[in-house]
C-alpha cells in the first residue's frame, strides 16, 4: 500500500458494456466510507485523473476478443498485487461469446462495410484463459453488495464470504415461492450460481441465469424435466445461451441440446 | 404436556376470531396460513380473514397447484411450502456484532428482541417436526439459546388435516394425521349439517387457559367422532407410502449401492429438499465487516449438505459428487438419525418430494434401496 496507508485501486475495461464498473460508482451509500480506505489510482469511468502501477487491487471487467486485449490484459496482470475479474463478460465471455458457436467472420462481413479493418479474435474468452484470476465475481452485472464484500474482505484480512450455491438456497432462505413447482415457470435457479438474491424468482419470474452455473450442476436433468413438461429444445438452448452461454456447463448442454435436435429434427 | 386430558370443547367457526384475539392479547404475534403467490403459505395473520377459506392444494412430486374450492372451509390444504422452522430456527440471524474501540475489540451486547409467535394451523407432521427439532436443539446437551426462545414463547394451535396431500406420508412415520402431543391447542375443522364448527383440545395448562376463556362449549359425542372419522380417513388417503420396517439398517449397509448413482443423475444439489424440510438444521456461520465504522458482524446462515463448502474442510471436500451429497441427506434423514436423536429424522410432509424441481421421491428412492438390497 501506497505512503497514505490506502488500498490502491485500479478498475479495467475489457469486451463488456461497463455495467459492472457502474456497480462500484452505484455504491453511491458506501462511495465515501470506501474512499476512506481505497485510493482509485485509475478508473476511467470515474476520473480521467490517472497514475501508474503497481496496483494493489485490479478490477476486471470485460472479455478479451481482439489480439491488442490479449497482450493488455497481461501488462495489468503484471502491474496487479491482486487481480479480480468482475461479471460475466470477464469470468465466462460475455454474451459476446455467442460468436464462439459461430464463425465470428461471417458476422463481420455483413456488420461492417470494410471488414478488413476489423481484429477479432474467432473466440470471447474470459480473463482467466489468459493470465492468473486471484477472485472472480460472477453476475450479469455483479452485485453491489458482493463487490463491497470483496474489497472489504481484503481491507479486512478475511477470505470474502461469496456464495458458490444454487440460487434456489437464495429463494428459499427469502421465502420466494419456487416458481417452477408452484407456477411451471422454467427456471435456472436450481443451476445457477447464487449472488443476485434471487431477484427474478422474488418478482415470479424464472432465473435467466445472470450469474452462471453454481459449484455443481446438472443441467442435463433440469432439461430433462422441462423436457418432458412441455418445453421446446430451441427454447431451452436460447435459456442456456444467453450472458453466460460459453460458461462450461451452459455450453454443454446448450450444445447436447442442439446435437439432441438434429438427432430428432 | 401430553399428560393433561381436558374434555373437548366445541367452538363455533364464527367464534374462531375470538381464540385469535385471545391470543393476541396474550402477546403473541399470530403466524398462520395465507394464500400467496399461488400457494398457502404460512405468515404474519391479523384474524380469521387472512384464512384460506375456499382455497385447497394440488401437491405431486415436482409439482404443486392452488385451487378455489368455494367451499367454506378454512383449513382444507395439506403442507404449506416451507414449515414453522423459518420462525422458530430463522433461515438468517445475527449471533453478535462487535466495533474496534481504542484498539480493542467491544463486543455489543444489545439484547437480541425474541418473537412470541401463536402458530396456526400447526399439522401433525409438523408438530412431530418440532419435536425432533426440540431434541436438535435443546435436548441433545448443548441449547441453542436462539431456537429455545422461540420456542418456550410460541403457543402452538394444531389442527388435524382434513385432507391428505399427494406427496404425504405420515401414517407410515407415525406422525399423523391426528395431533396427539405437543399442541397448546388442537382444533378439528368441522363441517356437517350441525354447522361449521371446531372440535377443540387443550395439551397444555397455556391451552386450557386460552381455553377457558373462550364461549366454547364441552363437545357433544357426535363432535368428538365426526373428528375421529376425519383422521381415520385422511390416514386412508396418503399420496405416499414409506416402508420403515429395517430401514435403517437397509440404508447402513447400502451405501454402497449402485441405485445412488441412479439418483445423482436426476439430483440438481440445489439444496431445496433441504431447505423446505421442516427438521433438516444445518447453518452455516460467516463473519461480515463493516467499510464505515469497523463494525464486524457474525452471522448463521441456513446451510445444506447439498452445498460445496458445507463440507469443506482443510483439503478439499469431503462429499465432493452430488451421489455423497444425496446418500448423505437421505441416510441421516432415515437411517442414522435414530442413532443420533432417537427418532427417524423424517416426519412424512412429503415438501422434499413436492418442492424438488425434477421431483425427486424419498419414498421412491428408499423404496428402490430396499427393492434390490443385497447386502
Not at chain 2, 253 to 258: G, T
Request: hydrophobic share 35%.
Amino acid at each position: 500500500m501506497p505512503g497514505n496507508g490506502k488500498l490502491r485501486l485500479a478498475v479495467w475495461k475489457f469486451a463488456s458494456c461497463d455495467g459492472c464498473q457502474l456497480s462500484l460508482l452505484n455504491c453511491e451509500q458506501e462511495l465515501l466510507a470506501l474512499l476512506e480506505h481505497v485510493e482509485i489510482a485509475y478508473f476511467l469511468e470515474a476520473s480521467r485523473a490517472t497514475s501508474r502501477g503497481p496496483y494493489d487491487l485490479s478490477l476486471v471487467e470485460g472479455s478479451i476478443t481482439t489480439p491488442h486485449d490479449a497482450e493488455r490484459i497481461h501488462a495489468i496482470r503484471r502491474d496487479s498485487k491482486l487481480l479480480v475479474t468482475i461479471g460475466a463478460c470477464a469470468t465466462a465471455g460475455g454474451i459476446q461469446a455467442l460468436r464462439n458457436f459461430r464463425d465470428v467472420k461471417a458476422f463481420t462481413s455483413i456488420v461492417y462495410p470494410n471488414p478488413d479493418y476489423i481484429r477479432s479474435l474467432r473466440r470471447s474468452t474470459p480473463i482467466r484463459d489468459h493470465v492468473e484470476v486471484d477472485f472472480e465475481l460472477r453476475g450479469c452485472p455483479i452485485d453491489k453488495g458482493q463487490l463491497l464484500e470483496v474489497v472489504g474482505a481484503l481491507l479486512a484480512g478475511r477470505r470474502p464470504g461469496i456464495p458458490t450455491y444454487s440460487v434456489c438456497h437464495e429463494c428459499k432462505r427469502a421465502a420466494n415461492l419456487c416458481v417452477m413447482v408452484a407456477h411451471g415457470t422454467p427456471c435456472l435457479g436450481p443451476v445457477t450460481n447464487a449472488g443476485c438474491g434471487a431477484i427474478c424468482p422474488a418478482f415470479t419470474r424464472g432465473c435467466y441465469g445472470c450469474f452462471g452455473p453454481a459449484e455443481k450442476t446438472n443441467t442435463a436433468s433440469l432439461t430433462n424435466w422441462l423436457r418432458d413438461n412441455g418445453e421446446n429444445r430451441k427454447t431451452l438452448v436460447r435459456s442456456f445461451r444467453s450472458f453466460n452461454a460459453d460458461a462450461e456447463a451452459f455450453r454443454k448442454e446448450s450444445e447436447a441440446l442442439e446435437q439432441a435436435g438434429k438427432r430428432h429434427g | 404436556m401430553g399428560a393433561i386430558v381436558k374434555k373437548p370443547r366445541v367452538l363455533d367457526a364464527a367464534a374462531l376470531g375470538e381464540l385469535f384475539e385471545a391470543l393476541k392479547a396474550a402477546g403473541h404475534t399470530l403466524i398462520g396460513p395465507v394464500p400467496r403467490d399461488g400457494a398457502i403459505q404460512y405468515q404474519p395473520i391479523d384474524g380469521v380473514a387472512d384464512l384460506p377459506a375456499g382455497w385447497s392444494d394440488f401437491q405431486d412430486k415436482g409439482r404443486y397447484r392452488l385451487n378455489e374450492t368455494g367451499e367454506a372451509s378454512l383449513f382444507d390444504y395439506a403442507s404449506a411450502p416451507q414449515s414453522w422452522k423459518r420462525y422458530l430456527h430463522p433461515p438468517r440471524l445475527k449471533l453478535f456484532s462487535a466495533r474496534r474501540e481504542k484498539g480493542r475489540i467491544r463486543f455489543d451486547d444489545e439484547a437480541e428482541p425474541i418473537p412470541k409467535y401463536a402458530f396456526i394451523g400447526v399439522r401433525a407432521c409438523d408438530l412431530n417436526a418440532i419435536a425432533i427439532q426440540d431434541r436438535v436443539f435443546i435436548g441433545n446437551g448443548q441449547i441453542d439459546p436462539h431456537y429455545a426462545a422461540r420456542r418456550e414463547r410460541a403457543f402452538l394451535v394444531a389442527v388435524n388435516c382434513s385432507r391428505a396431500g399427494g406427496t404425504c406420508f405420515c401414517t407410515s412415520m407415525g406422525t399423523g394425521p391426528r395431533a396427539e402431543t405437543g399442541y397448546d391447542i388442537a382444533l378439528t375443522e368441522l363441517i356437517d349439517d350441525r354447522g361449521h364448527r371446531f372440535l377443540l383440545e387443550t395439551g397444555s395448562d397455556a391451552g386450557e387457559s386460552i381455553a377457558a376463556g373462550l364461549d366454547a362449549a364441552a363437545a357433544a359425542p357426535e363432535d368428538i367422532d365426526a373428528a375421529a372419522a376425519i383422521s381415520e380417513r385422511v390416514a386412508g388417503n396418503m399420496g405416499r407410502s414409506l416402508d420403515t420396517e429395517g430401514l435403517p439398517e437397509i440404508l447402513a449397509k447400502n451405501l454402497s449401492h449402485p441405485h445412488w448413482d441412479a439418483v445423482a443423475e436426476r439430483c440438481l444439489a440445489c439444496s431445496n429438499c433441504t431447505m423446505v424440510c421442516p427438521s433438516c438444521f444445518c447453518t452455516s456461520v460467516e463473519d461480515t465487516t463493516s467499510l464505515e465504522d469497523g463494525t464486524a458482524e457474525r452471522w448463521r446462515d441456513w446451510d445444506s449438505c447439498f452445498s460445496g463448502r458445507f463440507s469443506y474442510v482443510v483439503g478439499g471436500q469431503v462429499r465432493d459428487s452430488t451421489r455423497s451429497r444425496y446418500r448423505q441427506w437421505l441416510t441421516h434423514k432415515l437411517s442414522y438419525w435414530h442413532e443420533q436423536f432417537g427418532s427417524s429424522g423424517c416426519v412424512g410432509c412429503g415438501r422434499c418430494i413436492t418442492w424438488c424441481p425434477v421431483g425427486i421421491d424419498i419414498t421412491e428412492e428408499a423404496a428402490a434401496i430396499r427393492a434390490t438390497d443385497e447386502a
